[in-house]
């Protein structure tokens, strides 16, 4: 009788972390990870004892200094004693907006610009073509550059809107001024406001009125969506859609309503007088040159990214939609684009990412960003470069990882979910 017995296991040697296919790439990774460290290790070490040689021993006290500069834009109050710290707050914020306003911007024109650039009316879609050819193959900073200079040049100046013989006139029942010295708004403000909140050392204020807004607003939001996800449970169950709008407009609407009057919400007009306007929320051409630039130039790279998106949808779907009566822009909003977007999200965020960085060239038109703020003056007044470049990389590194969290997210919800 034969009798069937496993073969014997072989023993672990040594030799086999180099020959033994199982752990070869392990092997590797860890001698690789190894040697990363040394030389993490060793540049850190020899940096802290060339700094040591030096006498600039690693410090980040400088930030409590004054900073003994200004800042012309800024959203809080800032002057030339604050810190350092405050100072790069006011850099980051106005960078912040900067991003804001470029990503909303350049989101708009560039899926309106790539959804021409696929129409049938000829003289339109050359049109947007031009557009595309024109700004991507030119450097932004160019871009920045010539914008600042048309809107200093092409402007009226504040004097224009003087006296009976003005050749000029503020827009929007006097409300807003355009001049060659920055746009004039009208700014928000409250009678009986809560007040603000000074942290880190007075760093910078948190205005207890906004926060109040924003919470308000956030719970409004939540709310609203509760709304919409009972509409949606019963239209699954009854196949009929209840009418939600006017509710889900309500709890946004009313409540926030009556938050501002109870803050006694105001608005502050500009006004001239003597050589220039007073009052309001100053836009400086800095902000605006850099705002248009960056949204432009980034507008043709997503223009090109949302053309791409609607070609890769098969032509069926748009057939389908007209045979069920659809008009071409109904199809193209309710078929066409939800699909494309799981095209078009990836590459977006690369380009939200890549005009943040690029705001960082507002040192080239005076706007006092975070570059110019904390990696510029700062830098130049203490000497400290190592201690502002690696806070300067850290901010932007989380802002883009901020970015790129939030657009994942939002990529994984319309991405297909296979059954």
């Given at each position: 009788?034969?009798?069937?017995?496993?073969?014997?296991?072989?023993?672990?040697?040594?030799?086999?972390?180099?020959?033994?296919?199982?752990?070869?790439?392990?092997?590797?990774?860890?001698?690789?990870?190894?040697?990363?460290?040394?030389?993490?290790g060793?540049?850190?070490?020899?940096?802290?004892?060339?700094?040591?040689?030096?006498?600039?021993?690693?410090?980040?006290?400088?930030?409590?200094?004054?900073?003994?500069?200004?800042?012309?834009?800024?959203?809080?109050?800032?002057?030339?004693?604050?810190?350092?710290?405050?100072?790069?707050?006011?850099?980051?914020?106005n960078?912040?907006?900067?991003?804001?306003?470029?990503?909303?911007?350049?989101?708009?024109?560039?899926?309106?610009?790539?959804v021409?650039?696929?129409?049938?009316?000829?003289?339109?879609?050359?049109?947007?073509?031009?557009?595309?050819?024109?700004?991507?193959?030119?450097?932004?900073?160019?871009?920045?550059?010539?914008?600042?200079?048309?809107?200093?040049?092409?402007?009226?100046?504040?004097?224009?809107?003087?006296?009976e013989?003005?050749?000029?006139?503020?827009?929007?029942?006097?409300?807003?001024?355009?001049?060659?010295?920055?746009?004039?708004?009208?700014?928000?403000?409250?009678?009986?406001?809560?007040?603000?909140?000074?942290?880190?050392?007075?760093?910078?204020?948190?205005?207890?009125?906004?926060?109040?807004?924003?919470?308000?607003?956030?719970?409004?939001?939540?709310?609203?969506?509760?709304i919409?996800?009972?509409?949606?449970?019963?239209?699954?169950?009854?196949?009929?859609?209840?009418?939600?709008?006017?509710?889900?407009?309500?709890?946004?609407?009313?409540?926030?309503a009556?938050?501002?009057?109870?803050?006694?919400?105001?608005?502050?007009?500009?006004?001239?007088?003597?050589?220039?306007?007073?009052?309001?929320?100053?836009?400086r051409?800095?902000l605006i040159?850099?705002?248009?630039?960056?949204?432009?130039?980034?507008?043709?790279?997503?223009?090109?990214?949302?053309?791409?998106?609607?070609?890769?949808?098969?032509?069926?779907?748009?057939?389908?939609?007209?045979?069920?009566?659809?008009?071409?822009?109904?199809?193209?909003?309710?078929?066409?684009?939800?699909q494309?977007?799981?095209?078009i999200?990836?590459?977006?965020?690369?380009?939200?990412l890549?005009?943040?960085?690029?705001?960082?060239?507002?040192?080239?038109?005076?706007?006092?960003?975070?570059?110019?703020?904390?990696?510029?003056?700062t830098?130049?007044?203490?000497?400290r470069?190592?201690?502002?470049?690696?806070?300067?990389?850290?901010?932007?590194?989380?802002?883009?990882?901020?970015?790129?969290?939030v657009?994942?997210?939002?990529?994984?919800?319309?991405?297909?979910?296979?059954?």
């Amino acid at each position: 009788m034969t009798t069937l017995t496993d073969p014997p296991k072989e023993s672990f040697r040594l030799s086999m972390l180099i020959y033994d296919t199982r752990y070869r790439s392990m092997t590797i990774q860890v001698v690789a990870l190894i040697g990363f460290l040394i030389a993490i290790g060793w540049l850190i070490s020899n940096t802290a004892n060339n700094l040591a040689e030096l006498g600039k021993e690693p410090s980040f006290g400088f930030l409590w200094e004054p900073a003994g500069y200004d800042i012309n834009q800024r959203l809080l109050d800032y002057n030339s004693q604050s810190p350092h710290i405050r100072a790069a707050v006011i850099g980051l914020m106005n960078t912040l907006v900067v991003a804001v306003l470029g990503c909303i911007t350049a989101t708009v024109l560039g899926v309106t610009i790539g959804v021409l650039r696929l129409s049938k009316n000829w003289i339109i879609a050359r049109l947007m073509t031009i557009y595309v050819e024109s700004f991507r193959n030119v450097p932004v900073l160019l871009w920045i550059v010539f914008a600042m200079a048309i809107i200093t040049e092409t402007l009226p100046q504040p004097k224009d809107f003087r006296g009976e013989d003005a050749i000029a006139t503020m827009k929007l029942g006097d409300s807003v001024a355009i001049t060659n010295r920055g746009v004039y708004i009208p700014e928000p403000l409250f009678s009986s406001g809560i007040g603000d909140v000074s942290v880190f050392n007075d760093a910078f204020e948190v205005s207890l009125d906004l926060m109040a807004i924003l919470a308000l607003l956030g719970a409004s939001l939540v709310i609203s969506g509760l709304i919409k996800k009972r509409a949606d449970q019963i239209q699954a169950a009854t196949g009929v859609r209840p009418t939600t709008w006017y509710a889900r407009l309500g709890v946004i609407v009313i409540p926030m309503a009556i938050l501002l009057y109870v803050l006694g919400f105001h608005l502050g007009y500009p006004e001239l007088k003597g050589f220039n306007f007073t009052g309001g929320t100053h836009l400086r051409n800095s902000l605006i040159a850099l705002w248009l630039a960056l949204s432009l130039y980034t507008a043709a790279f997503i223009a090109e990214i949302v053309r791409a998106g609607i070609l890769a949808i098969s032509k069926g779907q748009t057939e389908a939609a007209s045979a069920l009566g659809l008009r071409p822009s109904r199809t193209m909003n309710l078929v066409i684009l939800p699909q494309a977007l799981r095209v078009i999200i990836p590459p977006l965020i690369s380009n939200y990412l890549n005009l943040t960085k690029n705001s960082s060239l507002a040192i080239a038109v005076g706007y006092m960003d975070l570059t110019g703020t904390l990696m510029g003056i700062t830098l130049n007044q203490t000497g400290r470069e190592l201690e502002t470049v690696l806070l300067g990389m850290l901010v932007y590194l989380t802002i883009s990882l901020s970015i790129s969290m939030v657009m994942n997210w939002y990529n994984n919800s319309v991405k297909l979910r296979e059954r």
